[in-house]
């Protein structure tokens, strides 16, 4: 299973962008996909959670500017990044817990990372 990330890039404050993560491989189902992000010397943060019905959380910083959401049918989990600041600036994962198909054995659930995209907020 892999997840790849994108729709990073350098944006000026107040400005939005939209990031994608895209999981793929042996797949049952995804339970919940969420977003981290980690900046320069801090450590990884959880930004936003979605579950497999939908149901949402946010990280007090990001309430209300940033929106998560998936396509189950695509496998895909979005974030909505809207009023940017510069204290967004981080490398944002991705990251889900999966249910794998297993060939000669039982399915399993294991947790997955995205490789990152890096978000940069300056003007």
């Known amino acids: 299973v892999q997840l790849v990330e994108s729709g990073g890039g350098l944006v000026q404050p107040g400005g939005s962008l939209r990031l994608s993560c895209v999981a793929s491989?042996?797949?049952?189902?995804?339970?919940?996909m969420d977003w981290y992000r980690q900046a320069p010397g801090k450590e990884r943060e959880l930004v936003a959670v979605?579950?497999?019905?939908?149901?949402?959380s946010y990280a007090d910083s990001v309430r209300g500017r940033f929106t998560i959401s998936r396509d189950n049918a695509k496998n895909t989990v979005y974030l909505q990044m809207n009023s940017l600041k510069p204290e967004d600036t981080a490398v944002y994962y991705c990251?889900?817990?999966?249910?794998?198909?297993?060939?000669?054995?039982?399915?399993?659930?294991?947790?997955?990372w995205g490789e990152g995209t890096l978000v940069t907020v300056s003007s």
């Open positions: 491989g042996s797949i049952r189902s995804i339970n919940g």
């Open positions: 979605i579950t497999n019905e939908g149901r949402t």
């Open positions: 990251h889900a817990e999966v249910q794998v198909k297993a060939i000669y054995r039982a399915d399993y659930v294991a947790s997955y």
